[in-house]
């Protein structure tokens, strides 16, 4: 099911990201897609094949990786730095978004902390305090480049891991409330920002200046009404909707095909994250077990976060809608980490294999008639 619900929506997201550029590049987009889904499918295939406890001893190397990936970004001559944030390292025309390596280092560094150190989660110290450093070196230098969707994203998915790995409510608040409180303080210090806040709250009002982007999508969402206009035929992607191939890909969607396939594509997205709480749940161990919730959360969250903003019910925020969105970080990341989903669902299975088969050769000792002494 998990394999079935990836596979559609990355089929969608190619006919999808070829309709909605054809205009102003051709299939130029399209093919380098396909070419970050071919790297993409292989790094799923290995991370499947691979047994995922092997991540344990990679956890620290990997998260101190992210960490100077981070730090490089912010530097002129390797960072790139495109519509006033720095989020990329270049070679050539090749661009990477050090950001999303980032999500998966942090969450498979948790993952390990939350298993060796399973006991003492409930405590302020091993709970909080010494989590809270790592995860807050992250976000500060993912906060700085500025990038406050991928902030807000990772802080949420650090946050629930760190619940089902036994921090008590009472300990998660204070810090939450602190981010939120420091949160409001950038935006309120950020006048881009603010306004879009002020255009959410009222989108009619604001619909040719910092809101033009939003309305666009909710007149595409609108237009295509049930069924879509079809496959080819949507006319805000030609220069009404900007980014309409990355972040806003899901109003061509609905503008084209209609409000059924969008649901399709939502329920492809619950399916995910169906299967990814089934994995999670019956992983063999802890660690694949916080790995696992946390791979689902940020999917699912990503998701919602995207169709929240494309459907203005959310602020605007620039987070690609995962396996459809163009964008090679991304895909490459996503599919990497549904590798690793089926490498814990592999892992659980053969557990389980070999439970039965141990019950199994017991229960037919058992039955073999014993030998006089």
Known sequence: MLVFCVAALLALGMVMLYSSSMAQAGARYLLMQLVWCAIGLGLCL???LIDYRWLKKLAWPLFG???VLLVAVLVPPIGLKVNGARRWLHAG???????EFAKLSLIIALAWYGEHFQRQMPTWKRGIVIPGLFIGLILALIFVEPDRGTTILLGSVSAVMLVIAGV???YIVPPVVLALAGLGVSLARDPMRARRIFSWLDLQAHKSGVGYQAYQAMIALGVGGWTGLGLGN???KMGFVPENHTDFIFSIIGEELGLVTTLLVVLGFVGVIVCGIYIALNARDTFGMLLGSGITFLIGLQAFINIGVVTSALPNKGL???FISYGGSNLLMMLTA????LSIARQAKGAETQIAAAQDADEIRSRKPQKPE
């Open 46 to 48: 290995a991370a499947t």
């Open 65 to 67: 990786l992210a960490v």
């Open 93 to 99: 025309n090749v661009r990477f978004q050090a950001s």
């Open 168 to 170: 008590r409510w009472m």
């Open 234 to 236: 949507g006319r805000q």
């Open 320 to 322: 690609p809608l995962p």
């Open 338 to 341: 549904v590798g690793i989903l």
